[in-house]
């Protein structure tokens, strides 16, 4: 009965390779979201989807893209991973339009980058 | 202003006592405070959460208390359990954005 899946749960790769993590829901929610947490900070909201509205935080880097095909998927692409990248994703939804409105958070892709 | 200032970073506590932690925000437009729990290897689940026209919020052992004019919330776990150690995030929000605390390990001794 898993809600929210995050594929792959650990990826590796090399500088500057590019790397695309996957999300997906069976909630059937609005928005999506994705967060960076490195280790002992605090989630970082990178952006989130309402529906295919795509809402960019004001200092999320360009090297973060995302992209949102269908209601249940979502993905992180990365697209010159460096050093500083090497973090927990972790991806959420939620069923309405208020960041406020109950998260529910995937068990999040932990990135290595060598 | 957009900085949710969490503490303590760490807590052990033992089996049948009270665990405390406190959040402090600085942006007054924020309007819900909600409580993440996060068990190692699992993603944030929502623990409870309030907004600022009630002072407390309880829900069996987990009770919020909200200071609006100190721009302070806390939680509160009575009779911590071992099943109860996890990390906790606090979190302020609006409608356009969240920002949560740097988190607080706890760990309930046995």
């Known amino acids: 009965d898993a809600m929210v899946i995050q594929n792959p749960r650990y990826q590796v790769t090399q500088f500057g390779k590019p790397v695309t993590l996957s999300c997906s829901q069976t909630?059937?929610?609005?928005?999506m979201y994705w967060y960076q947490q490195k280790s002992s900070q605090a989630p970082k909201l990178l952006f989130h989807?309402?529906?295919?509205?795509?809402?960019n935080e004001a200092d999320t880097p360009d090297n973060f893209q995302s992209r949102r095909p269908n209601t249940s998927f979502c993905f992180l692409d990365i697209r010159s991973p460096g050093l500083g990248d090497a973090a927990m994703y972790l991806c959420?939804?939620?069923?309405?339009?208020?960041?406020?409105?109950?998260?529910?958070f995937g068990p999040g892709t932990r990135l290595t980058v060598l | 202003q957009q900085q949710v200032k969490q503490s303590p970073q760490s807590l052990i506590v033992q089996k049948g006592g009270i665990s405390i932690i406190n959040c402090a925000y600085e942006?007054?437009?924020?309007?819900?405070f909600p409580w993440y729990q996060q068990f190692p290897g699992k993603g944030p689940a929502l623990l409870i959460a309030?907004?600022?026209?009630?002072s407390e919020k309880k829900e069996g052992r987990f009770t919020i208390s909200f200071n609006k004019s100190a721009k302070q919330f806390s939680l509160h776990i009575m009779d911590s359990q071992p099943g109860d150690s996890a990390t906790y995030f606090c979190?302020?929000?609006?409608?356009?954005?969240?920002?949560f605390g740097k988190g607080t390990r706890l760990h309930i001794l046995p």
């Open positions: 959420a939804t939620s069923r309405g339009d208020h960041i406020a409105d109950t998260q529910y």
């Open positions: 309030i907004r600022p026209d009630v």
């Open positions: 979190a302020a929000s609006r409608a356009d954005k969240i920002i």
């Open positions: 942006n007054t437009a924020f309007d819900y």
């Open positions: 909630l059937n929610h609005n928005v």
């Open positions: 989807y309402y529906d295919k509205d795509f809402n």
